[in-house]
T-cell receptor, first 116, second 114 residues
Framework: AQKVTQAQTEISVVEKEDVTLDCVYE???????LFWYKQPPSGELVFLIR??????QNEISGRYSWNFQKSTSSFNFTITASQVVDSAVYFC?????????????FGQGTRLTINP | GAGVSQSPSNKVTEKGKDVELRCDPI?????LYWYRQRLGQGLEFLIY????????KSGLPSDRFSAERTGESVSTLTIQRTQQEDSAVYLC????????????FGPGTRLTVT
């Protein structure tokens, strides 16, 4: 069975602060994908990133960065110099890389509020 | 290009009535997924289509829920004899054939059962 835990239900910071969203996962599969999605107030999920379990290189995209640590089963997401437009619910998700396994297992989400 | 579209965007229905929710995936995407998101919760997987067949229906919560897909395109999720606990946002996603491709989500249908 797979499980994704986002322990932080809500985070509120002031604009320009850095903020890290935690994601911890459980799986018995040896190969899997990890994802982050953003859900702004409009409701539509926006894909942010996909990582393979065999690639532990951290990734940076503009103000966004991701830290994948297989040893601690964590895939944390950091936003530097946060902006009001970053306010949204962020979901971490997992999917094994095996034939027929297509569904995403989502965490409960972290509601991020950036205050001006 | 056009993304995943869903209709209606909002649906209010009385308990006991049947509802149909529609999803139009991205053109050329062979995989289609339905998820449910209850208020303040994460997404729960319902069903997955590859082409017109559904190899994984494990998330359908009861036999009141069914889904079909035709022409490797449009999908319809049907909920019969709706109950108040069915109130949620129903999200559809699609992806290209090959494993690993990310799922693109539609805006969802907000279902309210009164």
């Amino acid at each position: 069975a797979q499980k994704v835990t986002q322990a932080q239900t809500e985070i509120s910071v002031v604009e320009k602060e850095d903020v890290t969203l935690d994601c911890v996962y459980e799986t018995r599969d040896t190969t899997y994908y990890l994802f982050w999605y953003k859900q702004p107030p409009s409701g539509e999920l926006v894909f942010l990133i996909r990582r393979n379990s065999f690639d532990e290189q951290n990734e940076i995209s503009g103000r966004y960065s991701w830290n994948f640590q297989k040893s601690t089963s964590s895939f944390n997401f950091t936003i530097t110099a946060s902006q009001v437009v970053d306010s949204a619910v962020y979901f971490c998700a997992l999917r094994p890389i095996i034939q027929g396994a297509q569904k995403l297992v989502f965490g409960q989400g972290t509601r991020l509020t950036i205050n001006p | 290009g056009a993304g995943v579209s869903q209709s209606p965007s909002n649906k209010v229905t009385e308990k006991g009535k049947d509802v149909e929710l529609r999803c139009d995936p991205i053109s050329g995407h062979t995989a289609l997924y339905w998820y449910r998101q209850r208020l303040g919760q994460g997404l729960e997987f319902l069903i997955y289509f590859q082409g017109n067949s559904a190899p994984d229906k494990s998330g359908l919560p009861s036999d009141r829920f069914s889904a079909e897909r035709t022409g490797e395109s449009v999908s319809t999720l049907t909920i019969q004899r709706t109950q108040q606990e069915d109130s949620a946002v129903y999200l559809c996603a699609s992806s290209a054939r090959w494993a690993g491709n990310e799922q693109y989500f539609g805006p969802g249908t907000r279902l309210t059962v009164t």
